[in-house]
């Protein structure tokens, strides 16, 4: 008899945590078809150079988004196909010339040494104006964020760069953080790509945040 009391319990023992676990995952699951499923169809461009883009801020971000179900779309000055410094490609979509800022949920400007081409771009620079005055979310990670600071939207924000264009957005009023990942209301920068996948989960939360 007691060896069949003590077997009948840890059959409940198992039976119990075997309940729990499926519970927890359950859970899990419902959670993350929640989050793809107020994030489906939503709308990102990201904006790289024509060369020299950094592969890392470009890849590794697009596929959190593209996991979620969100539609990704690439701006570049040219049409050509679009070569990393680490030797990926990416082919561009549309022209920056050609992208409707209201078109989009967030506006991404992907790092790297090519990516300097946008710093004094007048077309990059509306689009920048244009995404703040509309609300959107205005994002930029390695050397791009010189782009946002060009554009005048940094002047008493927090803002974190890679660390040889800290100056640059000392000198454009940014209040300099040091910090991976730095969000200040609808702009989120990053200083490089050992940022790139929390720069896009930043990019992931402060969306589903815009639509609660």
Known sequence: MVITFKLRMNLYIVLIFTL????????????????????QGKKILMIIASQDFRDEELFKPRDLF??????????????????????????????????????FDAIIFVGGMGSSEYWEDPIAREIVKKAVSLDKLICAICIAPVTLANAGILEGKKATVFSSEINRLKNKGAIYTGKNV?????????????AATEFGKAIIQSLSKMQE
Do not use: Y
């Not at 995952?25 to 994030?39: C, D, P, R, V, Y």
């Not at 730095?182 to 050992?194: C, K, W, Y």
């Open 66 to 103: 593209l996991e979620r179900g969100m539609e990704v779309v690439l701006a570049s000055s040219s049409l050509k196909t679009a070569r990393g410094m680490l030797g990926g490609t990416a082919q561009p979509d549309i022209l920056i010339r050609e992208v409707k800022v209201e078109e």
């Open 182 to 194: 730095e969000i200040d209301g609808h702009i989120i920068t990053a200083n490089g790509p050992q």
């Open 20 to 39: 729990i676990f499926s519970l927890i995952i359950i859970n899990l699951k419902g959670g993350a078809q929640e989050m793809m499923s107020e994030l």
